[in-house]
């Protein structure tokens, strides 16, 4: 069967300003030549000059889909099938005695039909491998094993290809479609287009470089402006592309002026070639609520507080991760109440740098205590907290100090302003790579870069390392209009993780990421080495660390272990990471390949938070009845008449608990030996628990995060005073509240504890 590229006559002749000409290449022997049909022109395919791809942009705002037809079960708004390299496109289809096609449109009018996909520039036949998907292919897209696998030709163009629109179609013997649908790229542009070399913004003596990885896109510009906001472009700068990588260079004067690209590539989300305008996916600084990318030279000695270069020789030693001790807070929390802090200070980074604050006192006890880490929620720029301050709205304190504590008034007037406040965890990810601007006291230019490096200085000169709480297992927004969209706007499909019908995957709140894709798992990585070289923090805390690759986790532990003082001014032998290693959604069971789940990372040295011991000591879990009891809650000894079964069945479950925790305090190990409440030997792997888990499933003290209470749910108190009988008395409850963290802090393993500097309105109801 010989492949062709097929243009019918309808569309050269709607496109007058289209200048090509079909010719034979040389390279194609005679026998694989075409001629002219009286209802098409087809030429040879492999034509080695491109300029079949050079046709005319036309873009297009709209969002509004195409007008569907009956296949529209299977329409180009799906993407159903995957191109998982050069020469191999995956689709779940049973071509029996029909036939499959590949099309493609510059412009992007596709469009379906009954009698298939028109609107089409070329069209290729495709041949099903009955040998199906390769052992690689597998390894990578573990969740389409079982997919056709349809062979294109092997010197198709591709590079070209993949900034078109796609579709594939389905037609029976007698030539009826019979399904149509749109294509995934990950695959493809992995194999053609994985790139090691710079990325972002570059600063030397004489230049600025940028550089931009978007191998879909059409056309790349860089809008350079003088100001954070308003006005018009000083200069709009056309970049070259060289494989997938877009690039320019600027005179020096461009430092300290802010930039935006402009993006013309098709969105799968609207089936047009969309403008989109982003920040740089590897900014560094940003303008307030991140409406213009800053260039900033990280390395200018004017945005180093004094002594910053000497700041790794003041670091307090840890001879080893189990002696860490971590505290967890809030940046705003910390502060934004403290009357003991300067106005223009509270709830910012440069609260942390006082010396004698009510805050900054305790930090100080909690560091002569034996604290040595302490965590810091989410500290980049998010979205749903505005960066200009005088754009927050408050409540009157006043006001709610004369309802009750536990009154709808308080809770509607805080529910009223909740959109428009400062209170947020952060967990609204934007851009991974910029400490949050309304953290400063100026969003505007360096200031929020400066401001963070006194607060990890001043950390670091009461004796405390820090951890930042990073979350790249999503992104807040998608799409090629939303003001926060910035990676699904330079590479739509590619960064985030999509369904077997082509829609994200939410299973982390919104828009997961693929870090099982090269240059995704290239940004965590290179974002995480930015962190650990520029602003010295300690250790990293993984948001939903089992929604990303075990591959990505170990690549980034063994890239920052690497840093070195003399070469990095930072040892990277001393960051820790842990993280979340939850088991669910599409990723759970290794759906989409091996992931950084608890018993995955076995072995590795990543920590992960033990939700065994947890749910031991406070009976049930999150997710189950709130009011079952647990080992510290009362469960047997202090009923508070939930109905957990018969005596015996509760002695059982409090009996079933206290093994968990004897597991727990000698660090969680799987193969830690003890002696059951049934009196028999096992080891921690063979104690079980939520339907036959292990309990014991770390090799190593240093994977195992004991914890009884963090920032999700409520806070320990509360979830004592939730569980125990409502006669239980205040002091009573601040016992178990003691016998719990202690449970925590005298394990094998180091605790993890949390504070809350709460909110005034949490304050107030309680």
């Known amino acids: ?82 191109w998982v390299t050069k020469t191999i496109i995956a689709w779940n289809v049973d071509v029996v005695e029909g036939s499959c096609y590949l099309y493609a449109s510059k412009v992007a009018a596709l469009s379906v039909t009954d009698n298939g996909i028109q609107g089409h520039d070329l069209e290729i036949k495709l041949e099903e491998d009955r040998s199906g998907l390769p052992p690689n292919v597998i390894e990578k897209f573990p969740h389409i094993r079982d997919y056709r696998a349809f062979k294109l030709p092997p010197v198709l163009d591709a590079k070209n290809l993949v900034k078109c629109q796609l579709a594939v179609a389905e037609f029976n013997s007698q030539g009826k479609c019979r399904n149509a649908t749109g294509l995934q790229l990950p695959g493809v542009l992995d194999e053609l287009f994985s790139y090691d070399g710079p990325l972002g913004a570059f600063y030397s003596a004489e230049a600025v470089s940028l550089c931009l990885w978007a191998p879909t896109a059409q056309a790349v510009y860089a809008h350079i402006y003088k100001d954070p906001v308003g006005g018009c472009p000083l200069e709009i700068i056309p970049l070259e592309e060289t494989n997938g990588v877009w690039s320019t260079k600027g005179p020096k004067s461009w430092e300290g002026c802010y930039y935006m690209y402009e993006v013309s590539v098709y969105h799968p989300s609207t089936l047009h070639i969309e403008k989109c305008y982003a920040n740089d996916p590897y900014a560094r600084g940003l303008s307030a609520d991140g409406k213009r990318t800053l260039f900033v030279n990280l390395h200018a000695d004017d945005l180093k507080p004094e002594g910053w270069d000497e700041l790794e020789d003041m670091k307090p030693d840890i001879l080893s991760f189990s002696d860490i001790s971590i505290y967890e807070l809030h940046i705003r929390d910390f502060s934004a109440n403290d009357d003991t802090v300067n106005a223009d200070f509270r709830g910012g980074y440069m609260a942390f740098t006082l010396k004698d604050s009510a805050g900054v006192l305790h930090l100080k006890k909690l560091s002569k205590a034996g604290i040595t880490h302490v965590h810091l929620l989410p500290t980049f720029q998010f979205a749903a907290v505005d960066d200009e301050k005088e754009n927050w709205k408050y409540v009157d304190s006043k006001i709610l100090e004369k309802l009750p504590s536990d009154s709808a008034e308080q809770q509607e007037k805080i529910t009223a302003i909740q959109d428009d406040d400062a209170y947020n965890w952060g967990y609204n990810p934007v851009l991974w790579g910029v400490p949050k601007g309304s953290y400063s006291s100026d969003p505007n230019g360096p200031c929020r870069i400066v401001e963070f490096r006194k607060m990890i200085q001043a950390l670091t000169h009461i004796g405390l390392r820090v951890v930042l709480d990073v979350v790249y297992n999503h992104l807040h927004a998608n799409g090629p209009f939303d003001k926060d969209s910035v990676l699904d706007k330079i590479v739509p499909g590619y960064y985030l993780r999509r369904n077997t019908d082509g829609f994200i995957e939410n299973s982390t709140c919104v828009n997961n990421t693929a870090s099982e894709h090269y240059m995704v798992e290239r940004l965590i990585i290179d974002d995480l080495l930015s962190w650990a070289i520029n602003y010295k923090v300690d250790g990293f805390r993984f948001d939903l660390m089992g929604h990303i690759m075990k591959r990505t986790m170990v690549k980034a532990k063994d890239a920052l272990c690497s840093l070195t003082k003399e070469r990095d001014g930072v040892d990277g032998s001393r960051i820790y990471i842990y993280g979340e290693g939850w088991d669910f959604g599409e990723v759970a069971k290794n759906g989409r390949g091996i992931n950084a789940s608890q018993f995955n990372l076995c072995g590795t040295g990543i920590g992960s938070f033990n939700d065994r011991i947890r749910d031991a000591m406070l009976g049930g879990s999150p997710f189950g009845p709130p009011l079952q009891q647990g080992f510290v809650t009362g469960l047997l000894l202090e009923p508070n008449g939930h109905d957990h079964g018969t005596k015996d069945v509760e002695k059982a479950m409090l009996a079933s608990a206290k093994d968990h925790i ?94 809350k500097f709460l909110h005034i309105c949490i304050d107030l109801w309680s």
């Open 662 to 755: 004897q597991v727990g305090l000698a660090a969680n190990l799987r193969g830690f030996v003890l002696t059951d409440f049934e009196g028999k030997e096992r080891k921690g792997s063979e104690v079980l628990c939520y339907g036959g888990t292990p309990v014991g499933y770390a090799f190593c003290p240093t994977e195992t995060v004991n914890y009884v209470s963090a920032h999700d749910n409520e806070t320990l108190f509360d979830i004592i005073s939730l569980k125990t009988p409502v006669g239980i008395s205040v002091e009573d409850r601040c016992r178990m509240n003691h016998f719990a963290t202690s449970i925590i802090a005298l394990t094998q393993v180091f605790p993890f504890l949390v504070i």
């Open 1 to 82: 069967m010989v492949d062709v590229l097929r243009v019918p006559f309808p569309v050269l002749q709607s496109s007058p300003s289209l200048s090509f000409k079909p010719r034979l290449c040389p390279l194609i022997p005679p026998s694989r030549r075409l001629h002219l049909k009286s209802n098409s022109l087809l030429f040879p395919l492999f034509c080695s000059s491109p300029s079949f791809f050079k046709l005319p942009l036309r873009c297009s705002s709209s969002s509004m889909p195409l007008q569907l037809s009956s296949l529209s079960q299977d329409s180009l708004l799906y993407s159903r099938a995957y």
